[in-house]
């Protein structure tokens, strides 16, 4: 059986917020397995949410009771696929393959395997970049698709070249406020750090040409008569 794990959220940010995770959650199993299909693979699947702490209700089912329930209705093999997680972290590597295996194996399944987590993938980093540029609105006014917004409409040639066809009314940014400033400001303290830096060089010149001062009266200069 493929068990999908996603990392759980509060019942009430779908609930009461509106949160469309669970649903996008759903709606990205559904196109998983209906590209698995199309190469001929019909495993049984699963979703459930883990991760959650705190005494709220969370998105359900979750990640070990249902382990434990699939245990008991006699499955054998468990895939474990990390659906909402892009990287290797302590959700991965310590709970889902450390305490769910452990889980599992306790609850009567045999043979426990996972699924990698994305990284960096060829693939995933070239669709983030896709994301990234259709998330510009005048791409995603214009573009009707991807490969069209990545040659017609958006230079991939540098960053300011991305920039300017993004934002083409792009003003100056505002020169630094050289002028004094009372408060706690950069401007003032940009000046009061030139005032002080003078002040001490005006100390030391003239412990250096008086031969007297605090410095020689601390003994950190030898003091001249």
């Not at 669970?22 to 199309?38: G, Q, R, T």
């Not at 917004?149 to 009314?169: F, I, M, N």
């Not at 005006?202 to 008569?225: K, M």
């Amino acid at each position: 059986m493929i068990f999908f794990s996603a990392h759980g959220v509060p019942l009430a940010y779908v609930e009461e917020a509106g949160d469309p995770y669970k649903a996008e959650m759903e709606e990205c199993v559904d196109l998983i397995m209906e590209e698995l299909e199309k190469r001929k693979i019909t495993n049984p699947y699963t979703l459930a949410y883990q991760s959650r702490v705190g005494p709220v209700e969370w998105l359900r089912p979750y990640t070990d009771e249902t382990i434990i329930e699939l245990g008991k209705k006699g499955v054998k093999n468990l895939l474990a696929v990390p659906i909402s997680f892009v990287s290797e972290h302590i959700e991965t590597l310590e709970e889902i393959d450390v305490e769910y295996k452990e889980l599992a194996l306790e609850s009567g399944i045999e043979k426990w395997g996972r699924v990698p987590a994305l990284g960096c993938e060829p693939t995933f980093i070239s669709d983030l970049a896709d994301a990234v540029i259709e998330s510009l609105p005048y791409v995603g006014a214009m573009a009707v698709s991807n490969l069209e917004a990545r040659q017609s409409l958006v230079p991939l040639g540098s960053v300011e070249e991305l920039l300017a066809t993004y934002d083409s009314k792009r003003t100056e940014l505002p020169p630094p406020v050289i002028v004094w400033e009372w408060g706690w400001t950069r401007s003032a303290e940009t000046w009061n750090g030139r005032a002080a830096m003078l002040a001490v060089l005006v100390l030391l010149v003239l412990e250096v040409t008086t031969g007297e001062g605090f410095l020689h009266q601390w003994g950190i200069l030898p003091l001249f008569r």
